[in-house]
């Protein structure tokens, strides 16, 4: 699991790889990822937009980015979090994802961005 702080909001991602949604052969692997925001900071927040950089290792970047996560734009109190389930296919063995939540803080009436910290997608056997 990776972690990373930003402005009192706490993002920790797992990954998973999805064999049986993968055909190695025509260069097809899947990852499942699951995220947590945790709001740690005074204020209610809500997850407004996405942006992401994801990098196969055959050099490959693709940025993504879009409104909400997983079809929503979640308000987070101030103490509370939120968890999501995702995924992201790449064409090689290796590869990693990075990024950035656009944020509105719902007292202030301010939007900042939050880092999501750079995690691997690596299939397992990669890892021997």
Known sequence: MVTAITDGVKISVETIYQDEHSKPANEHFMFAYRIEVENMSDHAIQLMRRKWFIFDSNGTVREVEG?????????????????????????????????????????????????????QLIVPYRLN
């Not at 101030?78 to 944020?103: F, H, I, P, Q, W």
């Open 67 to 119: 409104e909400g996560v997983v079809g929503i734009q979640p308000v987070i109190e101030s103490g509370e979090n939120y968890a999501y389930v995702s995924g992201c296919n790449l064409k090689t063995d290796m590869g990693s994802m990075r990024g950035n939540y656009t944020m509105h803080n719902l007292v202030l009436e301010t939007s900042f961005k939050v880092e999501i910290p750079e995690f």
